[in-house]
């Protein structure tokens, strides 16, 4: 059984920042990708960021160069740096974690209002 618990969401003003934390635990395996997505009124859920156990990070057009994506060692724990925010980026923010079999298990979301 896998749980993901997050933590972070908020209000905030444009250009304010916040910081989303997630931590998997339960069965974990080598060669996951931990990764954030979110989900607006109206509109589908989409990719913000992913970390790969392996390395790489890839990240939305929207949020690249605003957005860090990180782990801690463990990489039981993976973190959302989110910088100069703008309305557009309300949402839902959901943290994913997919094993190497594309198994894909979800957080249960946290909020993030970005308005003046």
């Known amino acids: 059984q896998v749980q993901l618990v997050e933590s972070g969401g908020g209000s905030v003003q444009p250009g304010g920042s916040l910081r989303l934390s997630c931590t998997v635990s339960?069965?974990?395996?080598?060669?996951?990708?931990l990764g954030w997505y979110r989900q607006a009124p109206g509109l589908q859920r989409e990719l913000v960021a992913v970390?790969?156990?392996?390395?790489?990070?890839k990240y939305a057009d929207s949020v690249q160069g605003r957005f860090t994506i990180s782990r801690d060692n463990a990489k039981t724990t993976v973190y959302l740096q989110m910088n100069s925010l703008k309305p557009e980026d309300t949402a839902v923010y959901y943290c994913?974690?997919?094993?190497?079999?594309?198994?894909?298990?979800w957080g249960q979301g946290t909020q993030v209002t970005v308005s003046s």
């Open positions: 994913n974690y997919r094993t190497f079999s594309m198994d894909d298990y």
């Open positions: 339960g069965s974990i395996f080598s060669g996951n990708a």
């Open positions: 970390s790969f156990s392996t390395g790489p990070t």
